[in-house]
């Protein structure tokens, strides 16, 4: 195993952490597998009443607190959020939205833990991101799901009340590659704990944490199993180092770290879940936590529509409201649409996570990568809509008598959501290992091209035996005929395209990985384009539910809402046209190979002339990566995408 290459180790050590069996049944899966399984999220899951009343009460008070103690312009001034907010928070219960109420929190379900976090981002994004932080990746949520009753009962009290968590996961030299992993936790000689040493980046909350859940590597040994693990370490401990409080673009307020450890102790009661079992906890904790993400850009594009609207009836040119001009409406169009798409998707994943009879671990995923990416693009139209005055910060607009718009905090402050909690590169990789995961199960020796005769030979006869059952479905279905889904009314057209395109998608799948066998996994931006579809079918799919959820819980709103989810329903079609009229007919080789040229360094002449601020040197430390031995996993039988 030394002599594996890094890349080769890497997708072992993503592999052996996913979750491989899939006991639930998934919308997305089956999505991606072409077939249209609408009955999974139709008619949605009813809100329990109880829950209800208890979200619709903390909203209302969270509501109180934000407005009337909370000082948004002084957070984005001074970057803090002050002592006192932390501390009503704290009161508030908000540090416990997501804890049972058995160990203190309010158990908040997922659709009103998400509401909660659109209310507090739209006053400001670092205090739902300082929520988020601590309970959908932080030690609550790991505890919850895989801690022993007694790591329970000791700390979730404590975190629901006062205490602050993060996570801590990312190094300087290390981020979506965990085989590379350098911090590593040595087992003492008496077998009481294990001494951690190394440094973590970009912890959220990491400066003002009173816990942490860190990832160091444990190597095998006699005894010890090895790996990734997962460690609960209050941050008193000697050894425990905040080296810097990383400043950005937006999140102005949120406390973030590069924590060093030097020889902290911790004993085998902090271990959380087992030796080895740290990303595989990482993981699963994401696959809800993501939804903290949806629930950040839909608030955001809610809030910008808001703002372009009202701007757009007010601000007059040439005679008129500049959204009666049409290249200002169509953008209002697009933004109406996108809000009511992106609500869409959070509501429906997020009544999925509650109703927990559904695998969601690729609606999660979609979710987010969908999200964040329309998310970017709405607010920037926003921006675009309001000009020069959404160049121009709130207090500076508030100093010469305006109303204090925070459109260029929007932006600055949406940015990231493309980025953490796993980048849309990534996010593609890993949704497209999930969504041809059925195809490397009864076809992996086949495509891979690295089996041995007598295992192709079976691979062939049990691929044989599933495609020709498969590749019959594809052909026809509900969505050629006219009367399908005439339930949704002038929506149906819309589920009738889903259904289509799905054996369409589960076609180009199958044909690409035909096409380029072992050599997909290379075609990232070939695979991102198949998830990207799968991401737009998705959509469509929540919008026409959602509107009917509308229109039975409210049907005063009804109409309104079918509009809303037509006008979203057309603008996803077009792209989803335009990505599969792409999955053909591209320039991808030829940008392959000029970036290949860019990175030689062949058109550096054309770079001569740029003043560098940043002077000469490496864009970052480098550090030699584990021994492999390290690493004690199995080796896959399917490629993996890195993890987030």
């Not at 416990?96 to 203190?104: A, L, V």
């Not at 010890?224 to 673009?249: K, Q, S, W, Y």
């Not at 809800?288 to 850009?297: D, E, I, M, V, W």
């Not at 053909?584 to 003043?611: H, I, K, T």
């Amino acid at each position: 195993m030394a002599s594996q290459p890094s890349y080769e180790r890497s997708k072992q050590v993503a592999e052996s952490s996913r979750e491989t069996e899939w006991t639930q049944p998934s919308f997305g899966k089956q999505l991606f597998l072409g077939d249209f399984r609408l009955d999974l999220v139709h008619p949605q899951p009813e809100l329990d009443v109880a829950a209800v009343e208890k979200g619709e009460a903390f909203l209302e008070r969270l509501r109180t607190f934000l407005t009337e103690h909370v000082d948004r312009q002084r957070i984005e001034r001074e970057a803090k959020i002050p002592d006192d907010v932390l501390r009503g928070l704290g009161e508030l219960g908000a540090l416990g939205m997501k804890i049972p109420e058995e160990y203190g929190g309010l158990g908040l379900s997922q659709v009103y833990y998400n509401r909660a976090l659109a209310m507090a981002g739209t006053w400001h994004s670092s205090i739902s991101t300082l929520l988020s932080a601590h309970q959908s990746i932080g030690l609550p949520e790991p505890l919850r799901l895989f801690g022993s009753e007694e790591q329970k009962r000791h700390w979730l009290p404590k975190l629901a009340r006062d205490h602050i968590s993060a996570f801590l996961l990312t190094e300087p030299d290390v981020g979506s590659d965990p085989a590379r992993m350098s911090t590593t936790a040595i087992p003492t000689d008496d077998g009481t704990g294990y001494r951690i040493n190394g440094t973590k980046l970009w912890a959220t909350n990491g400066v003002i944490a009173d816990v942490v859940v860190v990832m160091a590597v444990v190597p095998g040994s006699d005894g010890h199993r090895g790996g990734i693990t997962a460690f609960l370490c209050p941050c008193d401990r000697a050894g425990i180092t905040v080296e810097h409080r990383n400043e950005f673009m937006g999140l102005r307020g949120i406390e973030n770290s590069v924590t060093r450890f030097d020889d902290v102790f911790v004993p085998t009661d902090d271990v959380i879940g087992g030796e080895g079992k740290g990303l595989r906890i990482a993981l699963t904790t994401l696959n809800t936590g993501r939804l903290s993400l949806p629930a950040f850009c839909s608030s955001a594009v809610t809030y910008s529509l808001k703002i372009a609207r009202e701007w757009s009836a007010e601000r007059r040119q040439w005679g008129r409201p500049i959204g009666e001009h049409d290249p200002v409406a169509q953008k209002l169009a697009w933004l109406a649409g996108t809000a009511f798409g992106l609500e869409a998707v959070l509501d429906v994943s997020s009544r999925l996570a509650d109703d927990k009879r559904n695998d969601i671990r690729i609606e999660a995923a979609l979710a987010k990568l969908y999200s964040s990416e329309l998310g970017w693009t709405a607010v920037d139209e926003m921006v675009q809509i309001r000009g020069g005055r959404a160049y121009e910060t709130a207090e500076s607009l508030a100093r010469r008598g305006e109303k204090p718009v925070p459109a260029e905090q929007l932006l600055r402050d949406m940015r990231i959501n493309r980025i953490f909690e796993g980048s849309t590169e990534i996010m593609h990789l890993l949704i497209a290992r999930e969504a041809v995961d059925e195809h490397l199960r009864v076809a992996g020796d086949l495509v891979l091209g690295d089996a041995r005769p007598v295992d192709k030979a079976k691979a062939a006869a049990k691929a044989g035996t599933f495609y020709a059952r498969w590749l019959p479905t594809l052909a026809t279905g509900a969505g050629q005929r006219p009367g399908s889904y005439a339930e949704f009314g002038e929506l149906a057209r819309h589920l009738r395209y889903v259904e289509r395109h799905s054996r369409k998608l589960a076609r180009s799948t199958f044909y690409a990985m035909g096409r380029h066998q072992a050599r997909l996994e290379q075609k990232g931006h070939l695979l991102g384009r198949i998830v990207d579809i799968g991401a737009e079918l998705y959509a469509i799919s929540c919008a026409c539910v959602y509107a009917d959820t509308i229109g039975s819980e409210q049907p005063a709103r009804g109409k309104e809402a079918a509009e809303l989810a037509d006008l979203f329903c057309r603008q996803a079609r077009r792209r989803a046209d335009r990505l599969f009229a792409e999955l053909w007919d591209n320039d991808d080789r030829d940008q392959y190979r000029a970036a290949q040229q860019v990175l030689s360094g062949r058109y550096a002449w054309f770079e001569e002339d740029v003043l560098d601020p940043a002077g000469d040197g490496p864009m970052m430390p480098t550090h030699e990566p584990p021994a492999a031995e390290q690493f004690d996993e199995p080796a896959p039988t399917a490629p993996a995408a890195p993890a987030s």
